[in-house]
């Protein structure tokens, strides 16, 4: 008699991986700007990485600890995680493999094979197609929309939590008589407020203090109104240096920059959908960059074109029709270079030259003239790059931020709250 045994399912370990938090622990490596090249490789849109990196990065993230639980592997595979040698175990390598399944599966990433090439037809026999030989490069992937998507929300809701606010906007009631609200902040109504009148709570008042009765009468004190906030339309452009200097140094700029872009956009997306974000890099010159491509950007080339930077923005902001216009610059470094009439560019990069400065001083007043504001997030705290910061600020009213790249984040989302917010009664 044919017998059938049941046993219990027991699912492989990459199964019980979050994949969100393996992604989002694994962010810098997918925004990786060139810092952790050897060579600090410049001026490249790096779409593509390697497999085996990725392997590592997911091996490095497993290492930390608390991605896989305790009761979905073996005390082997346990001690081999932790090993140095864990890349050489089988078992660790079944892992990894199985998870990059997942991710391409869950589209978080793309993986690409190798090209393939065969020999010329005279070296194969009748003149037939040879085998197919690859070629000695690297199996390789990139990332997706809906990582980078996925990461700039994560960012957002990270750096929301670090400033205390978990939602955007309010709708409260408050009484006028004391200009007392649910959210605690006073204000007596004053003639001439824009008043939006909660009815409901108005009459309930006046009910409860004359009793029912017709016709109703309402006193000042009955009156009740709601308070909301009103989003002025704003067209902003992201000035990001991306210059050497911003991965020089031992110190990685650029990639927590390219992450506060990324929660800005998804901001503006989820909360402001009548406000404009564009993204403009500068370096060398200055060119204006999909939103999209943002996390696939590595630094470079080497010098600081601030002028060409300010002269690009200004372009996109003077064809936007918003209330608001600003230019937000994230940079680490003095101004250092300059595109000359006929196209060249002017390069000085020791201190800062008197040449370059008056001109990007001078584009500065254009700024201000056109009524775009200028708000300067910088990295660095040199004398005199804050003596340079200041000058802008005083020149086009905006603010100056000397932060770290620890920090940028909530400075620059809470400005851009702060600043698009005003109160109505």
């Keep these: 008699m044919k017998v059938i045994r049941y046993g219990k399912y027991v699912g492989e370990p990459a199964d019980a991986v979050d994949l969100d938090e393996l992604v989002k622990r694994m962010g810098d490596f997918f925004l990786q700007s060139g810092f952790e090249s050897q ?17 590592d990065a997911i091996l490095r993230a497993l290492q930390e600890g608390d991605l896989l639980p305790d009761d979905a592997m073996s005390e082997e595979l346990r001690k081999m995680l932790q090993s140095p040698q864990a890349q050489n175990s089988q078992a660790v390598k079944d892992l990894l493999e199985k998870l990059m399944e997942r991710l391409a599966q869950e589209g978080f990433i793309n993986p690409q094979q190798p090209p393939q090439v065969t ?8 003149g037939s197609l040879g085998q197919p030989q690859e070629r000695q490069t690297e199996a390789r992937f990139e990332i997706t929309d809906k990582t980078i998507d996925f990461l700039g929300f994560k960012t957002l809701q990270d750096l929301m939590g670090s400033v205390g606010r978990s939602s955007f906007g309010r709708h409260d009631t408050r009484d006028l008589s004391t200009g007392v609200e649910s ?3 006073s204000r007596r109504y004053e003639f001439g407020d824009t008043l939006n009148m909660d009815v409901s709570e108005t009459l309930f008042n006046a009910v409860r203090r004359e009793g029912v009765k017709v016709p109703i009468e309402m006193t000042y004190s009955d009156l009740m109104v709601h308070q909301c906030e009103y989003h002025s339309s704003c067209a902003t452009v992201l000035l990001l240096d991306c210059s050497h200097s911003m991965i020089l140094y031992g110190e990685d700029r650029f990639t927590p920059a390219k992450r506060v872009a990324m929660a800005l956009s998804h901001l503006i997306r989820i909360q402001y959908p009548g406000d404009t974000l564009s993204l403009v890099l500068f370096h060398d010159s200055a060119e204006e960059v999909p939103l999209g491509e943002l996390a696939r950007v590595q630094v470079g080339p080497y010098y600081t074109n601030t002028r060409e930077g300010l002269r690009m923005a200004q372009r996109i902001l003077l064809r936007q029709k918003k209330d608001m216009r600003q230019i937000i610059m994230i940079t680490d470094g ?22 370059v400065v008056g001109q990007t001083l001078e584009e500065v007043n254009k700024c201000k003239r056109a009524g775009i504001l200028i708000n300067t997030f910088m990295l660095a705290t040199d004398y005199s790059l804050v003596q340079f910061v200041q000058k802008i600020t005083a020149m086009c009213r905006g603010k100056a931020y000397f932060t770290t790249p620890y920090t940028l984040g909530q400075y620059l989302l809470m400005d851009y709250m702060q600043r698009k917010t005003k109160q109505i009664h």
């Design 39 to 55: 060579y600090y490789g410049v001026s490249e849109m790096d779409n593509q990485r390697s497999i085996e990196a990725l392997k």
């Design 119 to 126: 020999p010329p037809h005279q070296n194969t026999a009748r």
């Design 183 to 185: 959210g605690g902040v």
């Design 334 to 355: 003095k101004p250092s270079a300059l595109t000359l009439e006929d196209g060249r560019i002017y390069k000085n990069a020791f201190g800062l030259d008197p040449f």
